[in-house]
């Protein structure tokens, strides 16, 4: 079973973790919804790989 993580970009680059999807088409249907925001224009997100979030939390902890 694939397990994507949708991500979400701020202006800041500050990265927030919006869900855990599994299926690509769920996951870009609630991209869609979140870039139909018109509250948040200046956000961006990302579809990554659960294994691959989990790999950059790892290395983000091992640089604090």
């Given at each position: 079973?694939e ?15 919006v869900g855990?999807?599994?299926s690509q088409a769920?996951?870009?249907k ?6 139909a925001?018109?509250?948040?224009p200046?956000?961006?997100y ?7 979030h989990?790999?950059?939390e790892k290395?983000?902890q091992?640089i604090r």
């Amino acid at each position: 079973m694939e397990k994507l993580y949708v991500n979400e970009i701020g202006p800041d680059g500050e990265v927030s973790t919006v869900g855990l999807f599994y299926s690509q088409a769920e996951a870009q249907k609630v991209v869609d919804v979140l870039l139909a925001n018109s509250e948040r224009p200046a956000y961006r997100y990302e579809i990554v790989s659960a294994e691959r979030h989990i790999l950059s939390e790892k290395n983000t902890q091992r640089i604090r």
